[in-house]
Structure formats: structure tokens, C-alpha cells
């Protein structure tokens, strides 16, 4: 894997986008590994669009390196370290990202951690720990953007859940599953709570990507990683795994105006993986 990017879109000119002069905070913009990330992608499709975007994670460097790919594209690009687990932290985040350019008008949070273990064999810190990082931290940068957004009536939320928030994987992650299946709920809430407000919140469930957390996560053996790739790929109804880049363009449908009416919606991206009953 590499995270170099696909070349932009012929006639997607760098500030006169879809998104243009709009605040898009990125929340787990690096990688983990050695791939593109789901949220590494979307911020560079989001900076292509024009939006003015915000590269939050909690490791400095990856904030960094991330938002120097935006503007070595030609975008607009600043780096925020934080802990979305601590809540100091985000509000911290939020308030430098609004004092430098104005309130956010789209959140894409896409923090998660894949958490392996039955319920007999998580101990209760491990459990604690995958819900403060895949459910809590999506509250917070909730409970810290939203008003921004009451206050300009408008804004555009878009969660990254899974596809194992609805249905079993093959993975043995009921803590992360669980977690997922809160975000989905919580978008849903946040949906209908504010729609009459001109928030949109919507989720995008990932299946199977070819992302750092498939080889990083959810491989106890590097030496079987090869093979476990492999019956990923296999176990993907079009014979592949998607890319981070095709999740990134649907949360730019649903960030943009062009899905103004759609809100509420736990959209899965997953190649026809959530539809097979097998």
C-alpha cells in the first residue's frame, strides 16, 4: 500500500470546488501504518473540492503530514493535534480551528479502532477503552462543533461507522461492532434533532477497505498477513476491496449540496457486502 493519491479529477480546481471557502474538520486525518487511511483520503478529496481543511489527530506528526499533502495538491491545509478521548483537548482543537478560519461547516469524524475479543476474554479496561476511542470521541466532536454550526444554520455531518455496525464480519469484535452501532444511532439522533436547524448528519459505513487497519489491526500474525489480505479481497462480493478514495468521495457527496435532502441515512460502502445473507 502506499499513500501517494490518485491524481485529482480533470475540471476539481483547487478553491472554486464544491466546497469552496467551507471549513471541513477532519477528525483522524492520519494513518496508522503504512497506508492511506479512510481519513487520509478524505481530507486530500476534501481539499481538492476547494474546502479549507483541518487535519486533526492525536499523533502530530500524521496531523502534520497530512495536511502538507493538501497543500502540496494546492489546497488549503493546517495540522491540529488532539485527543478526541479528552475533552479538553477537543474543545481546544474546535476553538483553534474557529479562531483561524471560522466555525466548522462539515465534521467528518472518522476515528476507530478495531478491538479484537470475544466478551469472556475483553477485560473491562480494554472494553472502557474501545468505546471512549469509537463512540465517546464522535460525542465530544459532536458536542463541540454543533454549535458552531446552530449559529451559522447550517452544517454537514458525516460519521465513518463499519458495516459490522450491522452486521457480522467474521471478526470476533463485539466491543468495536457495538461501538459502531451506537455512531450509527448518535448520527441518526444528532439527524433528526437538528434537521429543522439545517444540520445534515449521515454515516458512512465502510466494508471491507484496503486501509492500515485491515493489515495493522486485524492481523495477529504479520506473517499471515499476506493471506489474511487476500481472503479480505476474496470475501468481497465484486472480488476486491474497496479503496480509502472511494469512501472518501461518498462522504464528499454527503458533505456537499448535492446531497442537501439526505439526512438520516447509515449509507453502507461496501461492494454488496451488507446485502448477502452469506
Not at 457480522?168 to 450509527?184: C, F, L, M, Q, R
Request: proline share 5%.
Amino acid at each position: 500500500m502506499s499513500h501517494a493519491a490518485p491524481p485529482a479529477p480533470v475540471g476539481r480546481a483547487h478553491g472554486s470546488g464544491e466546497l469552496a471557502g467551507t471549513v471541513v474538520l477532519v477528525v483522524g486525518a492520519g494513518s496508522s501504518g503504512s497506508g492511506v487511511s479512510n481519513g487520509e483520503a478524505a481530507a486530500l478529496t476534501y481539499g481538492r473540492a476547494g474546502a479549507l481543511v483541518a487535519c486533526l489527530d492525536r499523533d502530530a506528526a500524521e496531523a502534520e503530514r497530512v495536511a502538507k499533502q493538501v497543500v502540496a495538491e494546492g489546497g488549503t491545509a493546517r495540522p491540529v493535534r488532539a485527543d478526541v478521548t479528552r475533552e479538553e483537548d477537543v474543545a481546544r482543537a474546535v476553538a483553534e480551528v474557529t479562531a483561524a478560519w471560522g466555525a466548522p461547516g462539515v465534521l467528518h469524524h472518522n476515528v476507530g479502532v478495531a478491538v479484537t475479543g470475544d466478551v469472556l476474554t475483553l477485560d473491562r479496561p480494554t472494553w472502557d477503552a474501545s468505546l471512549a476511542v469509537n463512540l465517546t470521541a464522535c460525542y465530544l466532536t459532536l458536542r463541540h462543533v454543533l454549535p458552531g454550526m446552530l449559529s451559522a444554520g447550517k452544517g454537514a455531518v458525516v460519521t465513518v461507522s463499519s458495516v459490522a455496525a450491522i452486521r457480522d464480519t467474521g471478526y470476533v469484535y463485539p466491543a468495536y461492532s457495538a461501538a459502531k452501532a451506537a455512531v450509527d444511532q448518535l448520527t441518526v439522533s444528532v439527524a433528526l434533532t437538528y434537521a429543522d436547524r439545517g444540520i445534515r448528519a449521515n454515516a458512512v459505513l465502510p466494508g471491507l477497505i484496503d486501509t492500515p487497519l485491515a493489515a495493522d489491526q486485524l492481523v495477529d500474525d504479520p506473517a499471515a498477513a499476506e493471506r489474511a489480505l487476500a481472503a479480505r479481497h476474496a470475501a468481497s462480493p465484486t472480488g476486491s476491496m474497496g479503496t480509502p478514495w472511494e469512501v472518501a468521495e461518498v462522504a464528499l457527496f454527503l458533505a456537499s449540496d448535492r446531497a442537501s435532502y439526505v439526512n438520516g441515512v447509515l449509507l453502507p460502502v461496501d461492494g454488496g457486502l451488507s446485502a448477502r445473507c452469506l
